[in-house]
């Protein structure tokens, strides 16, 4: 693990694999987790195929120092410094969940400065419904009031309320979708199971889930990036949009639809190539590892 200090001199932590002079592939986590705690299985493969991946811990994440600022936005000048920092002319953005809102974040306020093109997974351009968007999270459920109530909850007491939410965003609380049984995790039931018993993709989660989200990162970063990833509505962004984009859309979904996805095909006003992930989830790259594994490397061997 490597550090930058930021413009506003916070020490961002960082890491990196793979041959420097390499195409750099540039890592968004979700919501929550550090590189460390919940890597991306994609890292170490595409390292290995010869590309420099970097992965970064948003500020008040993992080693990142806390701030009092924080958002989408601060997190998108964390990246574009972290960029500059290494020197990197060009970098495919790779980021799902609430990585992706990061990534419209930086095209809001950079346009492509640095980039290459994007590798993007199952986050709407806006997480919460409104009236002309009924595609936010928890398959529509969360609209602005939801989100407001999850802020008062958060402050609160934030494990009981994402305790709650797991056990509404689970796969298992949708029953009335086509999926498989292996895909309907409950993840209620995996925090009881016996620990060799929980599949790997799982383990840092609930982890996680063992140690209290407050132990896991700063609070107000928690809070914070929570509240803002949900707030904002990336729509108008999605167009201005014009590199080239893999976009990979879990079918029928969990916690989001996949039409919200469709959004991505149907609005990016460069390349896109839309992989349908069939049946999936949110977890969907764990799910068809191998195809986003084959998708993915055919996308880069063009850039």
Excluded at 125 to 133: A, F, G, K, L
Excluded at 157 to 174: I, L, V, Y
Aim: charged share 20%; net charge negative; with cysteine.
């Amino acid at each position: 693990m490597s550090y930058y200090t930021n413009s506003q001199k916070l020490n961002i932590s960082y890491t990196e694999a793979g041959e420097k002079s390499a195409q750099t592939v540039l890592f968004f986590d979700g919501f929550g987790a550090s590189y460390e705690m919940l890597p991306n299985p994609m890292f170490d493969e595409l390292a290995e195929q010869g590309y420099h991946c970097v992965a970064f811990d948003y500020r008040g994440y993992g080693k990142s120092s806390p701030s009092k600022y924080n958002s989408m936005a601060w997190c998108a000048l964390d990246a574009k410094e972290l960029l500059e920092h290494l020197q990197v002319e060009k970098a495919i953005f790779y980021g799902g969940s609430m990585g992706l809102s990061v990534i419209l974040a930086y095209f809001k306020a950079y346009g492509d400065l640095y980039v290459d093109s994007i590798i993007i997974f199952d986050q709407p351009p806006s997480v919460t419904s409104r009236e002309d968007w009924p595609y936010g999270r928890i398959r529509g459920k969360q609209n602005l009031a939801k989100l407001a109530d999850s802020l008062q909850k958060m402050f609160h007491d934030p494990d009981a309320f994402f305790a709650q939410d797991t056990a509404e965003t689970s796969a298992s609380a949708f029953p009335e979708l086509a999926l498989p049984p292996a895909m309907k995790i409950d993840f209620a039931q995996l925090l009881q199971a016996d620990p060799k018993d929980i599949p790997a993709e799982f383990q840092s989660v609930t982890t996680m889930a063992e140690k209290g989200i407050a132990n896991c990162l700063d609070q107000l970063a928690c809070i914070a990036t929570w509240y803002d990833s949900g707030y904002q509505d990336y729509r108008d962004v999605v167009p201005t949009i014009q590199v080239p984009a893999l976009v990979f859309a879990p079918n029928p979904g969990s916690l989001y639809m996949f039409q919200a996805m469709e959004y991505y095909r149907d609005h990016l006003n460069g390349p896109v190539t839309f992989v349908e992930l069939k049946p999936g989830t949110h977890f969907a790259l764990v799910e068809h590892f191998d195809t986003v594994k084959k998708q993915v490397l055919e996308f880069l061997s063009k850039r």
